[in-house]
């Protein structure tokens, strides 16, 4: 369970009637807005944390075609810049595919792309959300395990 995979969490509730101690978790999450993404190791540490905050976000397991979906899209650079492929070469990869599999395979880290935002600012859902008050099956909170790719390619 706490294998260092990659998980996409996204912010699904605003701040209203929220506690210090979820706000202050969101913060450290950094999910300051709805609709904000991140993209973080599986550690117990971050399990903790998602604990506190579940009743306001979504998350799951992230796959390579999606990571490099987001980075292409909505990837940006300190300074409003986007990501692009040139940025990618002069980090050392060859493309946002190959960063993506080495990403997801261990051997590489958002922190090797200097500069880059680790907040991902996305579109709600294409279709909506059923519902965020409800969790997963029924709603959009909680553990969507894989499910969340597709969820994130509808906001993309």
Not at 14 to 32: A, I, M, N, P
Not at 65 to 83: F, I, P, S, V, Y
Not at 129 to 151: C, T, V
Request: glycine share 8%; charged share 30%.
């Amino acid at each position: 369970m706490n294998d260092g995979k990659p998980i996409a969490v996204i912010r699904v509730r605003g701040s209203t009637r929220t506690t210090s101690d979820v706000e202050d978790t969101l913060k450290l999450l950094g999910l300051t807005r709805v609709n904000h993404c991140v993209v973080l190791r599986r550690t117990p540490q971050v399990l903790g944390m998602i604990d506190v905050v579940k009743d306001y976000i979504v998350w799951g397991e992230l796959d390579a075609q999606t990571l490099a979906d987001m980075l292409e899209k909505r990837g940006m650079l300190e300074g409003n810049k986007r990501l692009n492929e040139a940025y990618m070469k002069a980090s050392g990869f060859d493309s946002f595919d190959a960063f993506a599999e080495n990403f997801i395979k261990g051997k590489a880290e958002l922190s090797s792309l200097i500069g880059l935002k680790k907040v991902f600012r996305l579109h709600p859902p294409r279709k909506g959300y059923r519902s965020i008050k409800a969790k997963h099956p029924y709603g959009a909170l909680g553990n969507r395990g894989a499910e969340i790719n597709e969820f994130i390619k509808r906001m993309i």
